[in-house]
C-alpha cells in the first residue's frame, strides 16, 4: 500500500537556528514528490516538485532533496515567517490519474 | 493567474442540511480535484474531474456527496444530510495535463462546522 510518513509531527526552532523536516515513502511507481507549505485556515501552497534521487530544489531559505525512499527539507536560519505546516505529498499513477498521497505534515514553529 | 477559487470560505451548518461549495480552478487547467483534511491530518482525496468529466470517486465519498463539473468549467459539491463527522476543512486543487506528472495548485478552503 502506498504510504508518506513525515517526521517530526512538531518542530519548534528557535530563529536563524537550521533544521531539517523528512518524509519517508513507500509507493510503487513514483512520479513526483511534492512540498507545499499550509498556513491556519489556508490551502497548501505549492513549493517543489522532486522527480527522480539525487534531484534538489531550493527557494530562499529552502532546500529540498529526494532518495530512493525520503526526502528532506532543509530550512537554512528560520525566521519567525517561516512557521507553518509543511506537507509532503507522493504522486502515483492510480486509477487512470495522478493520485496524490499526502503525509501529515510537520507543524513548524520559529521563534524569535 | 487569478489562482484557485473557493465559495464560501466557512459554512456553519445544523446536522441533516444540505450544504453546497463552488470551486473555480485556474482558467487553463483541464483537471480538478476535491480533498477533505481534517485537523492534524494531510489532504484525503474524495474526487477527479478531467474537463466535465468525473473519473474517479474515493470511497471517502458516501451516497450523501455529489460532484458536479459542467461544461468543464467551475465544480460544485454537495453534501446532503450533513452528519457531525463530515465537519472538516475541503479543499479544491486544479492542474492542466503535462504528460506524466502535474503540479495541483489549492484553493484556501471552505471550512464546514455541522452542528
Known amino acids: 500500500e502506498d504510504q508518506v510518513t513525515q517526521s517530526p509531527e512538531a518542530l519548534r526552532l528557535q530563529e536563524g537556528e537550521s533544521s531539517s523536516l523528512n518524509c519517508s515513502y513507500t509507493?510503487?511507481?513514483?512520479?513526483?514528490l511534492f512540498w507545499y507549505r499550509q498556513d491556519p485556515g489556508k490551502g497548501p501552497e505549492f513549493l517543489f516538485t522532486?522527480?527522480?534521487a539525487g534531484e534538489e530544489k531550493e527557494k530562499e531559505r529552502l532546500k529540498a532533496t529526494l532518495t530512493k525512499k525520503e526526502s528532506f527539507l532543509h530550512i537554512t536560519a528560520p525566521k519567525p515567517e517561516d512557521s507553518a505546516t509543511y506537507l509532503c505529498?507522493?504522486?502515483?499513477?492510480?486509477?487512470?490519474?495522478?493520485?496524490?498521497?499526502f503525509g501529515a505534515g510537520t507543524r513548524l514553529a520559529v521563534h524569535p | 493567474d487569478t489562482g484557485v477559487s473557493q465559495d464560501p470560505r466557512h459554512k456553519i451548518t445544523k446536522r441533516g442540511q444540505n450544504v453546497t461549495f463552488r470551486c473555480d480552478p485556474i482558467?487553463?487547467?483541464?483537471?480538478l480535484y476535491w480533498y477533505r483534511q481534517t485537523l492534524g491530518q494531510g489532504p484525503e482525496f474524495l474526487t477527479y474531474?478531467?474537463?466535465?468529466?468525473?473519473?474517479?470517486k474515493s470511497r471517502l465519498l458516501s451516497d450523501r456527496f455529489s460532484a458536479e463539473r459542467p461544461k468543464g468549467s467551475f465544480s460544485t459539491l454537495e453534501i446532503q444530510r450533513t452528519e457531525q463527522g463530515d465537519s472538516a476543512m475541503y479543499l479544491c486543487?486544479?492542474?492542466?495535463?503535462?504528460?506524466?506528472?502535474?503540479?495541483?495548485?489549492f484553493g484556501p478552503g471552505t471550512r464546514l462546522t455541522v452542528l
Open positions: 474531474f478531467q474537463n466535465e468529466a468525473q473519473l474517479e
Open positions: 522532486l522527480y527522480s
Open positions: 509507493v510503487s511507481g513514483l512520479r513526483g
Open positions: 482558467s487553463e487547467h483541464n483537471r
Open positions: 486543487a486544479s492542474s492542466q495535463d503535462r504528460g506524466t506528472t502535474d503540479t495541483q495548485y
Open positions: 505529498a507522493v504522486q502515483v499513477f492510480s486509477g487512470g490519474y495522478n493520485k496524490l498521497i
